[in-house]
């Protein structure tokens, strides 16, 4: 897949993320805020142990922009709806790049649950 397809995947994946996003929001409020998030990787060779991690590390960040940041532990509700918010957005992101070693190294560190850092 050319890196043009797969930069403007990355933009479409976070799209969706943006509308993951928003579901716990909107569940609370009538109107609706999507926010998107664009992963630039085109200077990234995923088929590298360094490259692949970058990514992880990129979309993780990408992630917590798209889901509002993180709350406070003690806000638990929030902080509940900000980790599922940000384990689905990295879960589909990761499926939709069909990057065989950055799943794999998103597997083996079990989802890479950024929330529980």
């Known amino acids: 897949m050319s890196r ?19 579901a ?5 409020e009538p109107g609706r805020m999507t926010v998107s998030v664009s ?10 142990p360094r ?12 992630s917590d922009k798209a889901c509002g940041g993180r709350p406070a532990p003690r806000f638990h509700k929030q902080w509940q709806q900000y980790r599922a ?5 990295l879960s589909k992101a990761v499926a939709e790049i069909d990057a065989p070693l950055v799943t794999a190294l998103f597997s083996k560190d079990g989802g890479m649950n950024i929330a529980a850092r």
Not at 4 to 22: D, E, G, M, T, V
Not at 24 to 28: F, T
Not at 52 to 59: P, S
Not at 85 to 89: F, K, Q, S, V
């Open 4 to 22: 043009l397809i797969r930069s403007a995947l990355a933009s479409l994946i976070f799209a969706s993320i943006a509308s993951i996003a928003a």
């Open 24 to 28: 716990p929001a909107a569940l609370a």
């Open 39 to 48: 992963v630039a990787y085109a200077d990234l060779n995923l088929a590298n």
């Open 51 to 62: 490259g692949a991690q970058t990514m992880l590390h990129r979309l993780e960040a990408a």
């Open 85 to 89: 918010c940000t384990n689905e957005a």
